[in-house]
Each structure stands twice: as C-alpha cells, then as structure tokens.
C-alpha cells in the first residue's frame, strides 16, 4: 500500500512500508554510504521494495536508513516517463570503488541496461556520500555532482531528518 500526497503539480511524494524506514539494529561495519536510487521503467515503487529486500539479505551491507519516494520529471532527456527516487543509506566494510563496482551489479540484476545518457531505466543507483569523504576520480565523484540542486535527492533525504 502506497500513502500518496502532492508536493506541487508536478512532483508527489509516497510513503510505504520501508519508504522510509529506519533500522533499529546496531551493526559494525566501517563505512556508511548514501545511495540515491531511481528509476522510470516498469513498476519502479515495487522495484525499490525488492531492492529494499534485496540489500536486507546481503550480509556485505547493512540497510540504516531510508527516506521517501519522489516522482518527479526527467532531466536531460525529457521525452521519457517521470521518474521515481528516493534515498538509501547503507553500512559496508567495501571501499568506495568496490561498492561502486556492487552497485553496478546490483543494477544490472534489476535490468539496467545503459544506452544512453539519461536514458529511461529500470534501475539507477548512485553514491551520493561516503562517509565524509571527497572522491574525484574520473570513475567516481563523491559527493555526487549538483546533489544538491536536484529535488530528487534532496526532498528524499530531507524526509529522512524529520
């Protein structure tokens, strides 16, 4: 069951049974990374419980946190369907380039498949934070470019300090 409510007439915002959701379990693991997470293809609010369930069995993370689900309008490439996001924080012993390297497989489970920039997708998953590290590599930027002027980032993790 999904709680809908209209931000403005282009963007609304759901709540779910794990969207958000905040762990009540302590683990250690050595890093804490913020995933942004999105898509536009298929059935992307179920996708992301899947995803959810699918992180929840996966002893290399730890799910600490998530924030709400945002659909929102494409950017770049307009002529597609809007878009679901929302926010992931993740625990892992992995080092930023092996969790970038995980993501990549994650998404490829979902169905991603990369044709071109900004293209329509079943799955996106980005670092937006590792820790409190600053990456720029060509592979990798952390934080994640222009984070903070796009609403779906920043509305999903807005909702996870309230």
Do not use: C, W
């Amino acid at each position: 069951m999904y709680l809908k409510r209209n931000l403005t007439k282009e963007l609304q915002i759901f709540k779910t049974l794990r969207f958000p959701y905040t762990s009540k379990k302590k683990q250690s693991y050595s890093h804490q990374v913020t995933v942004g997470i999105g898509g536009n293809v298929g059935d992307v609010k179920r996708r992301f419980e899947y995803l959810f369930h699918y992180f929840g069995r996966d002893k290399r993370v730890n799910i600490v946190k998530t924030g709400l689900i945002l659909k929102n309008p494409p950017f770049g490439y307009i002529q597609q369907e809007d878009f679901f996001n929302s926010i992931i924080v993740l625990q892992t012993n992995m080092s930023p380039f092996d969790f970038l390297t995980y993501l990549m497989r994650v998404e490829k489970h979902f169905g991603r498949k990369r044709s071109f920039e900004n293209a329509p997708r079943t799955l996106d998953l980005d670092i937006i934070f590792y820790d409190n590290r600053v990456i720029t590599t060509e592979k990798l930027t952390v934080p994640h470019h222009a984070y903070k002027e796009r609403e779906s980032v920043m509305i999903p993790l807005e909702s996870m300090s309230k």
